[in-house]
């Protein structure tokens, strides 16, 4: 092995390449688009997501996010049949992570959208999807993904804020719900009180 050689393999690979983790399993997405000049994601959206509703390691979340979901094999699939959407991120019951779009594009998982008081969310946010079902709880794995994932991303860019899509579509979205543990979440990353929703301080999994 020549020095050349010996010098790469000392040194680590990148967490990131150009905004897909290296951790995370790749399965691109077509539902994207470029973030407005200048912007940079600032925020953290947790979502929750089972395909049927209920229904875990189905592998149809996967399939939603790539345009590959039969909408006939589900009576649900037909109430959303043609929804083009996407997250930048996705864990599992089991913790796993999948990634379908680069944290330097916008992913389309916020819709409607506003934070503190700043609009289209998705313009400026990195979607993080968990596997759940809204108010209920979620599994310890999946909160170890998130921390690895959420501090990976606060080392990477200018990140300050996490929020629900409860909190940034009050009133149309309900997740992830009662059952999501914010302060654990926030002790794990060692974030300030005002760096999670205000409404989200005492709520935790039961």
Known sequence: MSQTDKQAAK?????????????ARRLKSPNFGPRPTGAQPELIVIHSISLPPGDYGTGQVQRLFTNQLDWDAHDYFRSIRGLKVSAHFFIPRDGQLWQFVSCDDRAWHAGESTYRG????NDYSVGVELEGLDGLIFEQAQYETLSSLAAALLQTYPIT???????????????PGAGFDWQMLRRSLG?????????????ASG
Request: net charge negative; glycine share 6%.
């Open 11 to 23: 040194e680590p690979l990148p967490l990131w390449e150009a905004g897909w983790y290296r951790f």
């Open 118 to 121: 700043k609009a289209n969310c």
């Open 161 to 175: 804020q996490v929020a629900g899509h409860e909190h940034i579509a009050p009133g149309r979205k309900q997740d």
């Open 191 to 203: 974030l300030a009180a005002a760096s999670i929703p205000a409404n989200a301080t005492d709520v």
